[in-house]
């Protein structure tokens, strides 16, 4: 069975991976001319570190990345009102990782290179159309800039892995429109600066309306004991702030952001000299798209962010491409025919991440930050933090997110 995948992202390279050590032929086709380490930090769960492992991937991973320890929410005031280990300091089989994502999706890339050869992946090649046969499918590539026609390839399956504006997707679904805007933009960045808390803790701050989520990405501190931190911040901007452009290189005013955070200084972190600190700050909002009722439409399929865009909460959007390439993998191994094992990852994985993307509307875990903000809006005294109400909601989303200890230790 040959298996085209249209996307050299990190849901794309590592499906390809999947695929190759289930013995399938693949080829990747990326719109970019030269894939380049873009993006910020990310989380990567340990229901996805689970795949990764079985890849053999993960003592790499760690060489860059900072194994989490544990994850901290605080009030705007600094005060933390719930710590909880991760990863295998909470008792799972596989560790959680923050790594910048840049640095994932190279080394996954290597790692399609040496396993399935450099001519495996075809940049420059930018999906438009697509023809089924009772054969198979062809799939029809263009220089996006130039518009000319770069290869007509045909297999036995097609993948959309191309991102939350999908050719694919919107092949499949014409009429959806543009992605859904939260009315939140995202300010990123990342400074040097000295290790906060373990140096190895994931801290949310300060509520859905006025957020910022912290973590460090390299576990090696420089010369001058400094550690690489990544940040984001997370505001809800006014009716004349609608910024709606997806842009990674959007520069971010910094002195507005910083006239905004003033006043989050804390014993254990300063908000504002860790923004001031950072070479470059870039603004992208924060949007995704519904979920659609199906992604396959006979040898054609979606996955990672073209099948389910999501709100960056939980830490699940990396993760759950991950797990999109692993259960489409498991179905092509276990199934009788293509048709079934399609029919089979549809039935499993839209209803799930339907289940998160809905949940992380709905604020996901961080919808404690806005339960203590209603609550104590001028701090709160230990006595008064809910701990039962706080760990409930913790555990739900453990649950809709496919990462409760029980479940997910018991797997292989």
């Given at each position: 069975?040959?298996?085209?995948?249209?996307?050299?992202?990190?849901?794309?390279?590592?499906?390809?991976?999947?695929?190759?050590?289930?013995?399938?032929?693949?080829?990747?086709?990326?719109?970019?001319?030269?894939?380049?380490?873009?993006?910020?930090?990310?989380?990567?769960?340990?229901?996805?570190?689970?795949?990764?492992?079985?890849?053999?991937?993960?003592?790499?991973?760690?060489?860059?990345?900072?194994?989490?320890?544990?994850?901290?929410?605080?009030?705007?005031?600094?005060?933390?009102?719930?710590?909880?280990?991760?990863?295998?300091?909470?008792?799972?089989?596989?560790?959680?990782?923050?790594?910048?994502?840049?640095?994932?999706?190279?080394?996954?890339?290597?790692?399609?290179?040496?396993?399935?050869?450099?001519?495996?992946?075809?940049?420059?090649?930018?999906?438009?159309?697509?023809?089924?046969?009772?054969?198979?499918?062809?799939?029809?590539?263009?220089?996006?800039?130039?518009?000319?026609?770069?290869?007509?390839?045909?297999?036995?399956?097609?993948?959309?892995?191309?991102?939350?504006?999908?050719?694919?997707?919107?092949?499949?679904?014409?009429?959806?429109?543009?992605?859904?805007?939260?009315?939140?933009?995202?300010?990123?960045?990342?400074?040097?600066?000295?290790?906060?808390?373990?140096?190895?803790?994931?801290?949310?701050?300060?509520?859905?309306?006025?957020?910022?989520?912290?973590?460090?990405?390299?576990?090696?501190?420089?010369?001058?004991?400094?550690?690489?931190?990544?940040?984001?911040?997370?505001?809800?901007?006014?009716?004349?702030?609608?910024?709606?452009?997806?842009?990674?290189?959007?520069?971010?005013?910094?002195?507005?952001?910083?006239?905004?955070?003033?006043?989050?200084?804390?014993?254990?972190?300063?908000?504002?000299?860790?923004?001031?600190?950072?070479?470059?700050?870039?603004?992208?909002?924060?949007?995704?798209?519904?979920?659609?009722?199906?992604?396959?439409?006979?040898?054609?399929?979606?996955?990672?962010?073209?099948?389910?865009?999501?709100?960056?909460?939980?830490?699940?959007?990396?993760?759950?491409?991950?797990?999109?390439?692993?259960?489409?993998?498991?179905?092509?191994?276990?199934?009788?025919?293509?048709?079934?094992?399609?029919?089979?990852?549809?039935?499993?994985?839209?209803?799930?991440?339907?289940?998160?993307?809905?949940?992380?509307?709905?604020?996901?875990?961080?919808?404690?930050?806005d339960l203590m903000e209603e609550r104590f809006?001028?701090?709160?005294t230990p006595d008064q933090i809910p701990q039962?109400?706080?760990?409930?909601?913790?555990?739900?989303?453990?649950?809709?997110?496919?990462?409760?200890?029980?479940?997910?230790?018991?797997?292989?």
């Amino acid at each position: 069975m040959k298996i085209i995948i249209a996307g050299a992202g990190i849901g794309g390279l590592t499906a390809a991976l999947c695929l190759n050590e289930a013995g399938f032929e693949v080829e990747i086709f990326e719109s970019v001319k030269s894939v380049k380490p873009l993006g910020v930090g990310i989380n990567l769960l340990p229901h996805s570190v689970r795949v990764l492992t079985n890849l053999d991937l993960d003592e790499k991973i760690a060489e860059s990345a900072v194994e989490t320890r544990d994850l901290v929410y605080a009030n705007k005031h600094g005060q933390i009102f719930w710590e909880e280990p991760r990863g295998r300091f909470a008792g799972y089989k596989w560790p959680q990782f923050s790594v910048h994502r840049g640095t994932l999706q190279m080394l996954l890339l290597e790692e399609v290179e040496r396993r399935l050869g450099a001519d495996s992946i075809k940049t420059q090649h930018h999906l438009s159309a697509f023809e089924e046969t009772d054969h198979g499918v062809t799939a029809t590539f263009i220089n996006r800039e130039t518009g000319e026609l770069q290869a007509q390839v045909s297999g036995d399956l097609l993948i959309g892995a191309d991102g939350i504006n999908s050719v694919l997707r919107q092949l499949l679904y014409p009429r959806e429109g543009e992605v859904k805007y939260s009315g939140n933009v995202l300010y990123r960045g990342t400074t040097l600066m000295k290790p906060f808390l373990n140096a190895a803790s994931m801290v949310m701050i300060g509520h859905l309306g006025q957020k910022m989520v912290v973590y460090p990405i390299q576990s090696e501190l420089n010369s001058d004991g400094l550690q690489l931190i990544n940040w984001v911040g997370n505001l809800r901007e006014g009716a004349d702030y609608q910024l709606k452009v997806r842009d990674w290189n959007r520069q971010a005013d910094k002195e507005r952001l910083l006239s905004i955070y003033e006043n989050w200084k804390f014993d254990w972190l300063d908000v504002p000299t860790m923004i001031a600190g950072a070479e470059s700050i870039y603004e992208f909002p924060m949007s995704d798209r519904d979920p659609l009722p199906r992604w396959t439409f006979g040898r054609v399929t979606l996955l990672g962010d073209a099948a389910h865009p999501m709100y960056p909460i939980g830490s699940n959007g990396a993760s759950q491409a991950i797990l999109d390439a692993d259960a489409l993998t498991t179905a092509l191994i276990e199934e009788p025919n293509w048709q079934s094992a399609l029919d089979r990852y549809d039935a499993e994985r839209v209803p799930a991440t339907a289940k998160v993307v809905l949940q992380n509307r709905q604020k996901g875990p961080d919808f404690i930050m806005d339960l203590m903000e209603e609550r104590f809006p001028e701090g709160f005294t230990p006595d008064q933090i809910p701990q039962e109400e706080l760990a409930g909601i913790m555990e739900q989303y453990k649950q809709i997110a496919g990462f409760d200890i029980k479940s997910l230790n018991a797997k292989m």
